[in-house]
Structure formats: C-alpha cells, structure tokens
C-alpha cells in the first residue's frame, strides 16, 4: 500500500520547529528555549489547506440562483477531518519534528546520527531557519548571527551524512557492481534504499547529472555530484524564515532571498499564529488560520455587529499585543505564513487532494453531506494507489469520474483530473 506523505521539519535548536508544528497543529510538543527541546522525533498531523472540491462543482439539479451566490454544495461540504471554510479544505498531513541537527550532526555531534536517521522517512523537508539572528548555530542566544550560514551547514550536513555512509562501503560496492553487472540504477537504488529511494528517485538523479562514465570509475568528485543531485531528488526542502515578527528580521531576509530561488523561501511567525489560535480558543478573536484579518469585539461592534460576535473583552495589554501583531505581521505579510509553509512544501512534492465519493452523481457518501473523504496522494499517482490507499486489498469493480465516466484504474490523478473518484467495490 502507498505510504502516505510525510513532511519533516529540521533545522537548529531553538529555530522555531515546535512552534511551527503546534502552529500547523492541534498538539502542543514542548516549546522551550534551550537545546534538545524535543528528544524524541515528534509527529504530528497538520493541516494542508487546499481549494476544495466543493468550490469548484454544482449538479446540474442544483445550480447557485445568481453567478454572485456561493456554490450550493459548499454547505454540504463536511469533511470526515478537517473543516471546509468558504471552498478553503484543512486536509490532514503527516508531519515529524527532527529536533536539534547541528553542525557537525553527521560526525554523531548533539545528537546527530540519531536524527538524521530520522530524516529518511521524509518526501519533503521543510527547514525552519530563525531569521532574526538571535540564535548562533548553535541554537544559543546570541545577537546579529547571519542565518543564511544555517542554509549552508544543514545541506551540507545531509549531504555529507549520505556520502559518508556510501564511501565507507564504496570500494565494495563498485566490485559488486561490475561483478554482476548492475546498471547505475541498480547499484544505486540498492545503496540509497534505506532513504526510501525508489528507482524512479535515482532515475530522475542520473538523468539530471547526464554522466559519462561507468560507476566503478567515477571519481571521488563525481560520487559528490551524485550525492547532491539525490539529495535534492530525495529530500526537496522548504525554507521556512521564521521569526519575522522580530525587529532584526528583515535585513537577513533581504540578503537570504539574493541567495535563493524565491520559490523556496517562505516568510512566517510561528509565534504569532499559535497566539491567534490560543486566542480564538479563549474566545478573544475571530479569526480563520492562516488569514489576513483578526477581529476583536470591538473591531465586530464598529462593524455593526452589537454582539461582538459573542466574543470576550481583552484587557489593554492583549489589545495592544494583537494590535503589534497585526503591524509587525499581517499587514505587512499578508498572514502569518504557517500555511504556505506546508502549501509550498505539497506544491514541491506535487500532491493531489483526491476525493472520493459514494455516488459520482450527487458527489454524497450517504449521510447528506458531499466531498466527505479526502486524501493526499504524491505526484504520479494511479486510481488505483488511491483506491488500494483507502480500501486497501478489496478487490475492485471499476471506476467513475465526474459525469459518471469510466476512468482505468492505471489513469494518473490530477488536481482537476480524475481526482474526484466513485470506487465500486467488487467484482468487475
Ligand atoms: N519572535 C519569535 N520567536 C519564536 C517564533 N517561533 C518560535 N519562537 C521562539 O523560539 C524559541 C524556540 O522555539 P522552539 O519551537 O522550541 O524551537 P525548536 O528547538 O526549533 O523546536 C522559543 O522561545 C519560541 O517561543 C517566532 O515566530 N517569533
Ligand atoms: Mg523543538
């Protein structure tokens, strides 16, 4: 059975990556301000935020009175998990928290090896950088560290945890791989396996590097090559500039993004959403995660709501937190940034909220709600990984899309292709 998603978070003590979990999630991992916070990896399911399905299908029996209405099945949208706001679906996604990587990690340094052992299991990585510099490389407080170092020393510190663990068998493996003549990809898929690289992986890492030579006689410098282009094939990473709320912050985000590709970099403050969350549960604030807008009572009173929403005074002091809040982070960034954090991340990994349905004509599981089952599959994908996701070994009738059309089991889904999906059970 295809083996769901997983998006681990990394980076140096004290980056921000308990926080951005608890920000993505309803759980609380311990949050402190010291190294080794979190001993044990921590995994966590997130939410993926996605356009639902429910936005952009109607029935033919059930057509919005005017183009400015809402889609009717949108009310009926009732996601077995997560919630469905306004089209916008919480999708639940694997995340772990690979705690504490520091320099020197793959040497067995802080508790290296044990860590990055932990890494193997992840599609995508999402490094939590602390931008404001007041962590060293450490994780220790400091003022003025460049955090664009961290982006250099992590990468480097997986690179050299996978070249070190093949060099130490290569001379062996180069035998056997002209012994029984192997092809590169073999060799290859069979050392990288216990990363989780399929042959796909170590394909698509060869065909990037377009090499000339046999295996047995690459050069030292050549299997560094190889080691890089896997480790971008493998674990394409993210890079979350944590702590833009922090005065210091935006000078390393200017010479960061002179750096890197802008598609990597997402700007957030883990802080600040878990705050507005903890809001919202106190019945202080209303406001949809990962918005732009909180309202108070008294912004919703000024609004003409004379209720307030229902919501709780705040005294001074909260009043002026969450007015900082909105100047330091939201206005000036749109949101907090949690959720296109684990936005890009999917995007990076290509994954494909799939609905399937009970009955392709009303898009209904059988209790009046519609799009009750949703799951995330990876980038290629067949209607049938996603039937034997959810059903398992069950053996299987056929399938049928929207307007109630066949579709073959081995058809590759697509976000607005085949992605709405009625199973029938049974035998064709
Ligand atoms: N200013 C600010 N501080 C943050 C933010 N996110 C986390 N922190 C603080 O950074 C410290 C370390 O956070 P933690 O999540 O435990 O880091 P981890 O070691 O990477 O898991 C804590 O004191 C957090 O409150 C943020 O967005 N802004
Ligand atoms: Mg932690």
């Excluded at 999708?91 to 928290?97: A, S, W």
């Excluded at 019945?283 to 909180?294: C, D, K, L, R, T």
């Excluded at 039937?387 to 697509?414: C, F, H, N, Q, W």
Aim: aromatic content about 6%.
């Amino acid at each position: 059975m295809p083996r769901d998603p997983l998006i681990a978070l990394v980076g140096k003590p004290s980056s921000g990556k308990s926080t951005t979990l608890n920000s993505l999630t309803d759980t609380t991992a311990k949050v402190g301000n010291f190294p080794f916070t979190t001993i044990d990896p921590n995994r966590a399911v997130g939410y993926l935020q996605i356009p639902c399905a429910c936005s952009r299908t109607t029935l033919p029996s059930n057509q919005p009175a005017s183009p400015s209405d809402p889609p009717p099945l949108q009310a009926k949208c009732k996601p077995n998990y997560g919630v469905c706001q306004q089209g916008t679906r919480s999708v639940p996604i694997d995340l772990l928290d690979v705690a504490g990587l520091v320099p020197g990690a793959h040497q067995g340094k802080g508790l290296g090896n044990k860590f990055l052992d932990d890494l193997r299991h992840a599609d995508a990585l999402i490094h939590v950088v602390d931008v404001s510099g007041t962590t060293d490389a450490e994780g220790k407080s400091t003022r003025g560290y460049d955090p664009s170092n961290d982006i250099v020393w992590l990468r480097s510190e997986i690179v050299s945890w996978v070249l070190g663990n093949l060099m130490q068998k290569w001379g062996g493996v180069k035998r056997r791989h002209t012994a029984i003549k192997a092809t590169a990809v073999e060799t290859l898929q069979s050392q990288f396996s216990g990363y989780g690289a399929t042959s796909a992986v170590i394909a698509r890492t060869l065909d990037r590097l377009q090499l000339k030579q046999p295996l047995q006689d690459w050069s030292n410098e050549t299997v560094e090559q190889v080691v890089n282009a896997f480790v971008d094939e493998k674990f394409p990473t993210i890079i979350a500039l944590n702590k833009i709320d922090h005065p210091d912050a935006d000078k390393n985000v200017s010479k960061i993004a002179k750096m890197e590709k802008p598609e990597r970099l997402v700007l957030c403050s883990a802080i600040s959403e878990v705050f507005l969350r903890r809001l919202v549960k106190q019945g202080f604030v209303s406001y949809i995660p990962g918005s732009e807008f909180v309202d108070t009572r008294q912004d919703l009173i000024e609004q003409g709501d004379e209720n307030g929403g229902g919501l709780k005074e705040m005294d001074e002091k909260l009043v002026q937190r969450v007015e900082n809040l909105k100047d330091m982070v939201l206005y000036r960034f749109g949101s907090t940034g949690v959720n296109q954090v684990l936005t890009r991340a999917s995007e990076l990994l290509g994954l494909v909220p799939t609905f399937s349905v009970r009955s392709i004509s009303s898009f209904g599981s059988g209790d009046g709600s519609v799009f009750r089952d949703c799951v995330l599959v990876k980038k290629g994908s067949t209607v049938k990984d996603v039937y034997r996701k959810i059903m398992g070994d069950a053996p299987l009738a056929y399938v049928e899309t929207v307007g109630g059309m066949r579709v073959s089991e081995d058809d590759e889904v697509m976000v607005g292709k085949n992605d709405i999906l009625c199973f029938k059970v049974g035998r064709a």
